[in-house]
């Protein structure tokens, strides 16, 4: 499946926006907060790629890794062995929308967040910031990310429903908490009543972080 693309309304984008859905979705899934987002911001260019492989889990969908038999003990590796991809992804867009990289936001939904996530955790690349919706580390982070420097740390934004039953909110808690620990540059927002889905209260959240990374 295509990406589904938001071009910038000015001649060089100020920034770029990468959205990466959740398992079973695809980008149609986040195109409703794409469109009010390139809307709120017109020199972003928004790119909503879709997963690696067909879901399992839906056959309309995708996924960037597998579901079927994850463990907390698999998901790590699970996770790494499509990190190269996803990596690469990133820096191919950020080339083909000609933004550097420390211009780039990543915005991720539950897989699409530990995605996003576990790349902070490994990359020596640093990008303007990243949020994080509903999601979770595949294993939390133990040292400060070599793209974070201390002198100018990676801002990190996370916002979980209190009433996900899908990953529970004490995973975003808990990540806020080690990020903060490690000496990264990170906001947790809850939402009351929330359950695992991407709410229009989030929206201020998420435009007004953009606004001060970009």
Request: with cysteine; net charge negative; glycine share 8%.
């Amino acid at each position: 499946m295509p990406s589904i693309r938001f071009e910038s309304r000015t001649a060089t984008p100020a920034a770029l926006l990468l959205m990466f859905h959740g398992v079973g979705a695809s980008p149609d899934s986040l195109q409703p907060l794409g469109e009010y987002l390139h809307q709120y911001h017109p020199g972003l260019e928004i790119r909503i790629p879709a997963g690696f492989s067909p879901s399992t889990i839906s056959p309309a969908g995708f996924q960037w890794f597998d579901l079927i038999g994850v463990t907390e003990e698999n998901r790590p590796a699970r996770v790494q062995q499509v990190m190269p991809a996803f990596a690469q992804l990133i820096r191919d867009e950020a080339t083909s929308a000609g933004v550097p990289l420390d211009k780039v936001v990543l915005l991720g939904f539950s897989q699409g967040t530990i995605m996003s996530l576990e790349w902070l955790k490994q990359s020596n690349d640093a990008v303007a910031g990243i949020i994080g919706i509903a999601g979770r580390f595949a294993g939390l982070p133990q040292q400060t990310p070599a793209c974070s420097a201390p002198d100018n740390p990676l801002p990190v934004c996370l916002i979980h429903g209190e009433a996900d039953q899908v990953i529970s909110v004490t995973q975003s808690q808990q990540s806020q908490q080690h990020l903060s620990e490690l000496g990264i540059n990170s906001e947790l927002h809850l939402l009351p009543n929330t359950p695992h889905t991407i709410t229009q209260n989030m929206y201020p959240l998420i435009t007004d972080f953009i606004q001060k990374v970009i």
